[in-house]
């Protein structure tokens, strides 16, 4: 087995330039299975803030799986329990929200890892070994998890080398929203010291050897990250990307309703 998430942010030759994202909030196997045809090169499926339990999540997979985009299932909370039954879906890259230390790193790290390396429990079948045919999958499964740790207030930031350097953490993501509220910007992702401090957390992440990502609501959030040298960005979200649109296109049609009217027909 392989982790082909590590291995997108590994690749040095990235013909896009880096890998672009986007959040999947819907729930819906549908709309996951478009975001990936469209051409996100991976996508977020969200167990933090949307209404999927464990069999959504194997249907959302199994939606994803037909599409090029890399699923990164974010777990509800750092919970060795529900990082256990994630993994048995086959959940293979996982993002945790709100570490704020290397004991709460290590912990998740742990709950990913079958022993010696950690807690996880065996079962002798599930959809993570592919129903068993994986050859010695106890064995080759922990090299096969990515393990993403969610940074997002200051006192994580504070201790950032300390939770990026505990072993089997692949890489960091700041997240501006719950960041810029901490920082009491509530609102404004974009407040300049939020994404100064951004800015300055991923050179000290690339000093220490690791790779850093985040998210933007717009494409020209998304410049501003890059800029910074984040190495992989997620841009909005399905729900976002479709309320969006939606705006824009009842906005034009009610402006050409109000001219066709002014104009006496």
């Known amino acids: 087995m392989h982790n082909p998430f590590k291995a997108l942010l590994d690749r040095k030759d990235y013909s896009g330039g880096y890998p672009v994202g986007s959040w999947v909030m819907s729930a819906s196997p549908v709309v996951a299975e478009a975001m990936g045809c469209a051409g996100f090169d991976w996508g977020v499926v969200d167990m933090e803030h949307t209404p999927l339990d464990q069999m959504d999540l194997i249907h959302m997979l199994q939606a994803i799986a037909g599409t090029p985009m890399l699923p990164i299932t974010r777990v509800p909370w750092n919970d060795a329990v529900m990082v256990k039954r994630v993994l048995d879906a086959g959940a293979q890259t996982l993002m945790f929200p709100y570490i704020q230390s290397a004991e709460e790193a290590a912990r998740a790290v742990s709950a990913t890892k079958y022993a010696p390396m950690g807690i996880r429990g065996m079962a002798g079948m599930s959809r993570g070994s592919r129903f068993g045919t994986v050859k010695d999958y106890f064995k080759v499964a922990n090299s096969a998890?990515?393990?993403?740790?969610?940074?997002e207030t200051p006192e994580a930031m504070k201790q950032l080398e300390e939770i990026a350097t505990v072993p089997g953490v692949d890489s960091l993501f700041f997240g501006p929203g719950d960041l810029s509220g901490a920082m009491g910007h509530t609102g404004n992702l974009m407040h300049?010291?939020?994404?100064r401090l951004m800015a300055e957390g991923v050179k000290r992440c690339h000093a220490v050897g690791k790779p850093v990502g985040t998210v933007g609501g717009t494409p020209e959030a998304v410049a501003i990250y890059r800029a910074s040298g984040f190495d992989y960005i997620g841009c909005a979200s399905d729900l976002g990307l479709?309320?969006?649109n939606c705006a824009a296109v009842l906005s034009t049609?009610?402006?050409?309703?109000?001219?066709?009217?002014?104009?006496?027909?």
């Open 145 to 151: 998890i990515s393990v993403i740790l969610q940074i």
């Open 192 to 195: 300049e010291d939020v994404v």
């Open 242 to 244: 479709l309320m969006r």
């Open 253 to 265: 049609i009610r402006a050409q309703n109000i001219a066709i009217q002014s104009e006496g027909y």
